[in-house]
């Protein structure tokens, strides 16, 4: 357990600035990535016909590492509860480091390493603590591909020396656009703490900072583009609240997954994978 839940530690930090580093680029045809190993393995920017797609880092003020490009979830999404949860009969509390709360995993804030990589795609692997940050260990990997107007993103997890709960996603930050088409079945409510809580229910108008269960495609339409993005994740949370931008972002479970779900776990051997295909018309 960690010694103390409520105090942020080094290298923990989501409000802390975060530099790009050196880039790695990608490119098929009119669609390109720029990618940030070093940066949380993230996409530092995406760009079709030209267009930029992403809030970039230093845009709107935009240089804390949790408020820029596009970056993996992992091993759990959104916040958890106080930082705490329970594990195989065991509590557990990592630092918070947004409010009272953990949030976003630790992939984010953390150097990757690239491990394969061709002009369209690049793989990445990140090995995860076992401290304080994140008590359990295990392997981290994306792989990020372009095919035409295509970006194909895969994430993955893999417990090795123990059991670990997991949950995977991403965070886009897209360039506000001027319309979402988003048909979700049902909407997670939010308690006085501003956390997630069940079951889903009816829908409420936005602006949303929230997590629905949604099975649809959802269409970002933005500078006459229009973006396709899909995902076998059920959970989506969809923030909008910025006047500047609104991040789509599929995940395998709703935030505060390792309380709400807490089946969501690998044994040692075992991985989770899920994957979020952007497409542009």
């Known amino acids: 357990m960690a010694s103390d839940a409520h105090a942020p530690a080094a290298g923990v930090d989501p409000t802390s600035p975060l530099a790009p580093g050196p ?19 993230r996409i530092a920017q995406i760009r079709c016909d030209g267009i930029e797609q992403l ?56 150097p990757w390493q690239v491990t394969g990589q061709s002009p369209r795609h690049v793989e990445l692997e990140l090995a995860m603590p076992s401290d304080h ?22 994430l993955s997890a893999t417990a090795t020396g123990q059991a670990m709960p997991v949950t995977l996603g991403w965070h886009p930050w897209f360039r506000k656009p001027e319309r979402l088409e988003f048909h979700p079945e049902a909407m997670y409510p939010r308690d006085a703490g501003n956390i997630t809580v069940l079951p889903p229910g009816e829908l409420r108008p936005g602006p949303w900072d929230d997590c629905f269960v ?24 969809v923030y909008d609240e910025p006047a500047f931008a609104t991040c789509v972002e599929p995940q395998t479970a709703m935030p505060d997954g390792f309380n709400l779900a807490p089946e969501r776990m690998l044994r040692p051997g075992q991985t989770a994978a899920a994957r979020y295909v952007m497409e542009w018309d």
């Open 133 to 154: 940050r994140w008590p359990f260990g295990g392997i981290a990997r994306q792989r990020i591909e372009l095919d035409g107007r295509r970006l194909v993103m895969d």
């Open 23 to 41: 880039l790695l680029t990608l490119a098929d045809g009119a669609l390109s990535v720029d990618i940030a190993p070093a940066a949380g393995g």
């Open 214 to 237: 949604n099975r649809r495609e959802v269409v970002v339409h933005r500078g006459g583009q229009r973006i396709r993005l899909n995902s076998e994740c059920s959970d989506w949370v």
């Open 55 to 110: 809030v970039g880092h230093g845009e709107h003020g935009s240089t804390a590492a949790i408020a820029w490009g596009a970056y993996p979830m992992v091993p759990w999404c959104g916040r958890i509860r106080d930082g705490r949860f329970r594990f195989e009969g065991r509590d557990y509390a990592l630092p918070a480091n947004l409010g009272p709360h953990a949030i976003h995993g630790v992939g984010y804030l953390m």
